[in-house]
């Protein structure tokens, strides 16, 4: 998994973030048993949202090729389809713009 020349201590610690921010996001649906009504339809998917946000931002915009420094995540997201956009990111062994590999 992440096979690309990038930093993947950094690419990784976003991810997590991201699926992070994610899971508060769903609040509404996970957290009405274990929250105040407000707490789980409001507050935590806020945070949530800007979290996931905040994450999927820096990873669009810092995860790069260590040689060309072209925009790996974003390639991912942006030009390949939406359904295999992550698992290309997580399981390609070349940069698609120098071909360079980790
Ligand atoms: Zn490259």
């Known amino acids: 998994m992440l096979w690309l020349p990038v930093n993947k201590v950094g690419t ?3 991810l997590v973030i991201l699926v992070f921010g994610g899971i508060l996001a ?6 009405q048993s274990l929250l105040p ?11 949530g949202v800007v979290v996931a946000g905040l994450a999927f931002a820096g990873l669009c915009g810092l995860v790069r090729c260590r040689h060309c420094r072209y925009r790996l995540f974003w390639h991912a997201v942006a030009r390949r389809s939406h359904e295999d956009g992550i698992t290309w990111f997580l399981t390609a062994r070349q940069c698609p713009q120098c071909h360079a590999s980790a």
């Not at 009504?37 to 945070?47: C, Q, S, Y």
Request: aromatic content about 4%; proline content about 10%; overall charge negative.
């Open 37 to 47: 009504g407000h707490t789980a339809l409001l507050e935590v998917p806020m945070v």
């Open 12 to 14: 990784l610690g976003m």
């Open 26 to 31: 769903a609040a509404p649906v996970w957290g």
